[in-house]
Structure formats: C-alpha cells, structure tokens
C-alpha cells in the first residue's frame, strides 16, 4: 500500500497512455478501417483536407499529421497507423496539460480512468468526439482548480474548443459550473459562466443542431416515461455488475460516506438528483435500443457523473480511503485494458471474414454490390461504410482495389438503376467512380458493377 499514491499514479499513468498507442499502432487496421473512421479517412484522402461533421471542429486536432502524410503521398497503411495513433496521442498530450501546465496530477489520472473505463468497445471508434468532449471538460476543470483560473483568456479558449467539440459538451460544462458552486464556491464562475452561454449559443445559431439530434428530441420526448420505462439501457446496464463499472459503484459509495459523515446532505441529493437525472436523459437517446459501443461512448459522460465529485474531496479523505481509492483505479484500469482484448478478436475477425471474401470474388470488375440479407452482422458489425472500407483493405491486404457496397434501402435500388456506376453514400450526394479516382482510390470507369448473387455469402449460410 505504500506504493499507493498520487505521484505513483500519476507516473504510472504515462507508461498506460503509451500502452494504448502500442496498441492503436497495433490495431490501426481493425481501428480504422470501420464505420465512422473509415468514412472520415477516405474523405481526408480523397480531398486532401480535414473533415469536421456537425461544428465538431475540434475533430480536426488529430487530423494535422495523417494529412501531412497524405499530401506528402505516403503509403496508405502508414497514414492509417499515423491516424489511429494521433487520436490518442492527442488525448495524451490533453492529460499532459491538465498534469503539467495546471499542476492537476489527480484530475490527470482521473480523466484517464474515465477514459479507458469504458474502452473495450470505444477503443475501436477512432473519431467519436465524445472522448474529446471529457478532455475538454477535464481541462476547463483543471484551469478551474489552478491559480492560472484568473488568465480568462485561457479559460475561453478551452470553453471554444469544448463547445466545438461534441454538443454533450453542455452537460459537462453545466455540471462542473454546478459542482464549484457547492465544493468551491471561492471559484470565480460568473464571467465564464457567461463566456460559456455566449459560446453555446454562437454555435448553435452558425452551426445548429443535426438531423439526428433533431429528430432524437422529437420522437424520445413525445412520451418521456413510457419511453424512459421501455429504454433498453435498462437491459444494457443489467450486465455492467461484470465489468469494471463496479469499481465505479464503490467510488460512488466512498463519495456518500465522505459527503454523508461531514453532514454535507444538501450535497448529497444534489449528487443523487444529477446521476438520475443523467440516467434518465441516457435511457430516452437509447429508448430504441443500439450497439453497445454507441452506449458506451455516452457512458463515458454517466462516469464523469458517477465520480467527478472525488476531484474536489480527494484531499479531505482519510489516508486509508485515499489510497482505496487509488488502488481501486488500478484495478479498474487493469479490468478496462484487458477488456480491450476480450473485444479485439471480433474487430480482427471481421477484416479477416472481408478479406477473404474479396480473395474469392472473381477479377471481372474491380466494385461489388451485395444484398443486406446476404450480411452476417453478427459477424460484421456495422456495415454501412463497408465500400469505404474494403477498398482500404484490398489495396493494403490484397494489393488491388475492391470495394464492397452493400444495398440496404429501395432508394439504393432506385439509385443504381439511374447511376450504375455510383455508390451511394451515407450522407449528401451520389458518390460517382470519377470522384473516387483521387489518391489511392483508383476505380476503372470502363468496367462494370457486378451484382452478386446468393452464391456469395458474405458471413453464415
């Protein structure tokens, strides 16, 4: 238990951060050439710029290098590596800052424990913002606890980059605003309280809300009980009593005995009032149900929720609470690396099930078409980037340059029909052969699409 303290931690804690870019380096392939990052890489690559979708500019952060590489025309598994590492190495830097610049080591350790407690999915979604969204929380909290907090410049800038980052960066603001109030209330809040405000509704009004979080709050709120009882959250977190959230629940308890002993129970309600109130905005965005790796990626804001308060009573535990405490983010640490592995083998899978089907896909045409009932996604995952994807793929595995479009919509039907030699992406336009001939995606415009047919089963017969 000597061992046990902030400083060892916090040493500690690098040797994990660069724990987790070996092993982005290792599963740059699994982790990038899925879903989201694969959509946003083949645009890097095929404009040669940085993508940000929906005002989330702060995406761009880790963009700078792997850009470079593409104008710099490297080879592509070079740039995927560049890419899946930076959007840690980004992440580490942050910890850096809030330990170094604002002399916050237990806040640092703190912002690495929520973010890898929860990684075993999340670990193979490069580009989801809500991981920078924490970052930026935990920043304006450290700029908060730090002599520095009379620089309102820098203060602004980290409000800029947090509401610029992910629109749940609201929720974190407004709960470390709330949370100074009652733990710190010496805290000068009111200028950034009204710097924050100034900055939200400038970006709402430039950028807006998205589609999805559009029609999120329409449908969810027509009914909010009947939908907050038929959530399927309720059945996900069924399950979390396995995982290392348990760990979480024990630092929630140590918090309402720490609270509860000093008598602080105006705190304590506030406390329980903001993890329901939390948990119930949760259980109406999943009322319909998603993957576990969407859930995870707001849970990371439930964890900030369930422990932020230890930040402001660390200092105040006893010896043998602080170091319970710490042993207890060790062994969660431990739990959520490890589970990072449990989850790998189906993300390695999956390449391997594309690449051998590209392998066995006859050499008449160079992009494919696929039926949706002909997918195993159980096996597969998610499937809507897959043209994106497999076309990385073959180029780095199989040194050609496939691609696999699965139909999923009878407007795809519509859409082939009308341009045969067209991909129909997720979002805007038709994605024509002649707008993929940039980089390395070189499509021949003079061979045809090859519809397959059922003798080509892209997972389980």
Same mark, same amino acid.
């Given at each position: 238990?000597?061992?046990?303290?902030?400083?060892?931690?916090?040493?500690?804690?690098?040797?994990?951060?660069?724990?987790?870019?070996?092993?982005?380096?290792?599963?740059?392939?699994?982790?990038?050439?899925?879903?989201?990052?694969?959509?946003?890489?083949?645009?890097?690559?095929?404009?040669?710029?940085?993508?940000?979708?929906?005002?989330?500019?702060?995406?761009?952060?880790?963009?700078?290098?792997?850009?470079?590489?593409?104008?710099?025309?490297?080879?592509?598994?070079?740039?995927?590596?560049?890419?899946?590492?930076?959007?840690?190495?980004?992440?580490?830097?942050?910890?850096?800052?809030?330990?170094?610049?604002?002399?916050?080591?237990?806040?640092?350790?703190?912002?690495? *424990? $929520? #973010? %890898?407690?929860?990684?075993?999915? =999340?670990?193979?979604?490069?580009?989801? &913002?809500?991981?920078?969204? /924490? @970052?930026?929380?935990?920043?304006?909290?450290?700029?908060?606890?730090?002599?520095?907090?009379?620089?309102?410049?820098?203060?602004?800038?980290?409000?800029?980059?947090?509401?610029?980052?992910?629109?749940?960066?609201?929720?974190?603001?407004?709960?470390?605003?709330?949370?100074?109030?009652?733990?710190?209330?010496?805290?000068?809040?009111?200028?950034?309280?009204?710097?924050?405000?100034?900055?939200?509704?400038?970006?709402?009004?430039?950028?807006?809300?998205?589609?999805?979080?559009?029609?999120?709050?329409?449908?969810?709120?027509?009914?909010?009980?009947?939908?907050?009882?038929?959530?399927?959250?309720?059945?996900?977190?069924?399950?979390?009593?396995?995982?290392?959230?348990?760990?979480?629940?024990? *630092? $929630? #308890? %140590?918090?309402?005995?720490?609270? =509860?002993?000093?008598?602080?129970?105006? &705190?304590?309600?506030?406390? /329980? @009032?903001?993890?329901?109130?939390?948990?119930?905005?949760?259980?109406?965005?999943?009322?319909?149900?998603?993957?576990?790796?969407?859930?995870?990626?707001?849970?990371?804001?439930?964890?900030?929720?369930?422990?932020?308060?230890?930040?402001?009573?660390?200092?105040?535990?006893?010896?043998?609470?602080?170091?319970?405490?710490?042993?207890?983010?060790?062994?969660?640490?431990?739990?959520?690396?490890?589970?990072?592995?449990?989850?790998?083998?189906?993300?390695?899978?999956?390449?391997?099930?594309?690449?051998?089907?590209?392998?066995?896909?006859?050499?008449?045409?160079?992009?494919?078409?696929?039926?949706?009932?002909?997918?195993?996604?159980?096996?597969?995952?998610?499937?809507?980037?897959?043209?994106?994807?497999?076309?990385?793929?073959?180029?780095?595995?199989?040194?050609?340059?496939?691609?696999?479009?699965?139909?999923?919509?009878?407007?795809?039907?519509?859409?082939?029909?009308?341009?045969?030699?067209?991909?129909?992406?997720?979002?805007?336009?038709?994605?024509?052969?002649?707008?993929?001939?940039?980089?390395?995606?070189?499509?021949?415009?003079?061979?045809?699409?090859?519809?397959?047919?059922?003798?080509?089963?892209?997972?389980?017969?």
């Amino acid at each position: 238990m000597k061992y046990l303290s902030i400083e060892n931690f916090w040493k500690l804690s690098h040797l994990i951060f660069l724990f987790l870019i070996g092993l982005s380096i290792y599963y740059a392939i699994e982790r990038v050439c899925y879903v989201d990052s694969a959509f946003m890489l083949f645009r890097m690559i095929n404009q040669e710029s940085f993508i940000a979708e929906g005002g989330r500019y702060m995406n761009v952060l880790p963009q700078f290098i792997p850009w470079i590489f593409i104008k710099l025309g490297l080879p592509l598994k070079m740039i995927i590596i560049c890419f899946s590492c930076m959007h840690i190495v980004v992440l580490y830097l942050i910890f850096q800052i809030t330990g170094n610049f604002f002399k916050q080591k237990f806040l640092a350790v703190l912002f690495l *424990l $929520l #973010l %890898i407690v929860s990684v075993n999915e =999340t670990f193979f979604d490069v580009v989801t &913002e809500t991981k920078f969204s /924490l @970052a930026f929380g935990i920043l304006f909290s450290a700029f908060l606890f730090s002599p520095k907090n009379n620089l309102i410049f820098v203060g602004i800038v980290i409000l800029i980059c947090g509401f610029f980052s992910h629109p749940v960066f609201i929720i974190y603001f407004g709960v470390i605003i709330l949370s100074f109030r009652i733990f710190k209330p010496q805290t000068p809040l009111l200028k950034f309280l009204i710097s924050g405000v100034a900055i939200f509704m400038l970006k709402y009004l430039t950028v807006g809300a998205t589609t999805y979080e559009n029609n999120l709050i329409t449908s969810a709120f027509s009914d909010l009980f009947l939908t907050f009882k038929n959530s399927f959250i309720h059945h996900y977190f069924s399950g979390l009593f396995t995982t290392p959230f348990i760990f979480l629940i024990i *630092l $929630l #308890l %140590i918090i309402i005995y720490h609270l =509860t002993a000093s008598r602080k129970y105006f &705190e304590v309600m506030i406390y /329980l @009032a903001g993890i329901f109130i939390t948990y119930f905005l949760l259980s109406i965005v999943y009322s319909k149900g998603d993957s576990h790796m969407m859930i995870q990626k707001t849970l990371i804001l439930f964890h900030f929720i369930l422990i932020y308060p230890i930040a402001f009573l660390w200092q105040q535990l006893s010896p043998i609470l602080l170091k319970s405490v710490l042993l207890i983010f060790l062994i969660s640490t431990i739990f959520a690396l490890a589970g990072i592995h449990g989850s790998a083998a189906k993300y390695v899978d999956r390449v391997s099930i594309l690449n051998d089907f590209m392998q066995k896909i006859p050499a008449t045409s160079d992009k494919f078409l696929i039926r949706e009932e002909q997918i195993n996604h159980d096996k597969l995952l998610a499937t809507w980037a897959l043209s994106h994807e497999t076309i990385m793929l073959s180029q780095i595995y199989l040194k050609k340059n496939l691609s696999i479009k699965n139909f999923r919509e009878r407007n795809d039907t519509l859409l082939f029909s009308k341009f045969p030699n067209a991909f129909r992406p997720t979002f805007g336009y038709p994605m024509l052969n002649k707008d993929l001939n940039q980089g390395y995606f070189k499509i021949d415009e003079s061979k045809p699409n090859l519809w397959l047919d059922s003798s080509f089963i892209l997972g389980e017969r």
